[in-house]
């Protein structure tokens, strides 16, 4: 018998704890059973006992992780992948030469090596536009042979706000279809499907598990044919997360709105010492009211995230200096976990837009904040920052 769906399940947290129980447990259990197998046996010469044959086309953990994952999205369908990257890559698998892709010009690196480095070489034309500026920047780079519109917002390092529902009108116009990488935001604080976009895809390694403890991605979307289209290649390209990947992420997708909650206070406060510290020269927040997408934010976001990026007074000295005297920040690349964390984005996970017009400068630090207690953060920062002033 299948678990009963939750009364209202069109709040994200409560979506998050009972989304998964759309899908039949057979002994009832509570938490969702992994399943570890490769393969399944076969009743017949011709079928096998169940639904379930080899575990790249189909995977029950798999596909419950799915439903726990579209059902916080309010999404028709899911897919999960192996990596973030490797969702978008299976997104834009279809492309061919002289085909166009117009792109924000403030990507994760991953994202922009992907484009250069594998689409770019086969005659893919890719355009990288600041689609923050508005909607006439995007209509001036559309043209005939446009396919995909592939955006961040916030965008990663630099925090801009981009306006989903004009770019999915201007991209629609000329039968563009509009992608929306919303790993920064989660369905908790933004649903991009709701505001235009076509397919939305997340970097589940980050906010989704959580803890730093597993890697994947996902794909959202609600029209049929793109999901049946995408998920041949899901099974065809291979890029399928591992049964424990997905359990993980099943898991930690039930307290995914209590954690972004908590990170999003601190976050605030956080910004809040950056934005008057006189060692700070430049911070980069959407929360803030000077920034220049703090409208657009406010409208389309729940709440302004837990990312920002601060470029310090003195250079790439004084931004060693502080990197250095951080306690509680970890300092590692990746972002979205329970613990706070602090990278320089040019050298770990922008190091493919290295060399580029629009690299993050040396200096620039970007901090993910996590679910300590806000205090111990700011002492920590505090002392970091007060040994660059």
């Known amino acids: 018998m299948s678990k009963p769906q939750a009364a209202n399940q069109a709040h994200v947290e409560t979506a998050a704890v009972h989304g998964e129980g759309r899908v039949e447990h057979q002994y009832g259990d509570v938490a969702m059973p992994l399943h570890f197998t490769v393969n399944f046996e076969y009743e017949t010469l011709e079928s096998t006992r169940g639904p379930f044959g080899y575990s790249r086309h189909r995977h029950p953990t798999r596909e419950q992780a799915e439903a726990a994952i579209a059902a916080v999205e309010g999404s028709a369908h899911a897919l999960l992948l192996a990596s973030g990257v490797a969702a978008i890559d299976v997104v834009l698998r279809g492309l061919k030469a002289g085909d166009h892709i117009v792109a924000d010009d403030d990507l994760f690196g991953g994202t922009y090596a992907l484009l250069e480095r594998l689409y770019r070489p086969v005659g893919v034309e890719i355009a990288y536009v600041n689609l923050s500026a508005g909607p006439d920047a995007l209509s001036a780079a559309l043209r005939p042979n446009t396919k995909f519109v592939l955006l961040e917002t916030p965008t990663n390092p630099f925090m801009r706000i981009v306006d989903i529902a004009a770019v999915a009108a201007a991209a629609h116009r000329v039968g563009a279809a509009v992608v929306v990488d919303n790993t920064f935001a989660t369905p908790v604080l933004q649903r991009p499907l709701e505001w235009g976009a076509d397919l939305v895809v997340y970097s589940t390694t980050k906010y989704f598990s959580g803890h730093s403890d597993m890697m994947g991605g996902a794909i959202m979307m609600n029209d049929k044919a793109a999901y049946e289209r995408l998920k041949y290649v899901q099974y065809a390209a291979g890029a399928v997360p591992s049964a424990f990947d997905c ?44 920034h220049p997408g703090h409208a657009t934010a406010k409208r389309q976001m729940r709440d302004f995230g837990a990312m920002m990026s601060f470029v310090p007074r003195g250079g790439i000295e004084v931004a060693r200096l502080i990197y250095d005297r951080v306690r509680l920040f970890t300092r590692a690349s990746s972002l979205g976990a329970v613990e706070s964390l602090i990278v320089a984005p040019i050298a770990g996970p922008h190091i493919g837009r290295a060399g580029t017009d629009n690299a993050p ?29």
Request: charged content about 20%; hydrophobic content about 50%; some cysteine.
């Open 247 to 290: 359990w993980l992420l099943a898991r930690s997708i039930k307290t995914l709105a209590v954690r972004v909650e908590r990170q999003c206070g601190n976050a605030a406060a956080i910004a809040a010492l950056l934005a008057r510290h006189p060692a700070v020269e430049t911070l980069y927040f959407p929360g803030l009211e000077s």
């Open 361 to 389: 400068p040396a200096h620039l630090l970007r901090l993910s904040v996590g679910i300590e207690h806000v205090d111990d953060l700011l002492a920590d920062l505090r002392n970091a920052l007060g040994g660059a002033a």
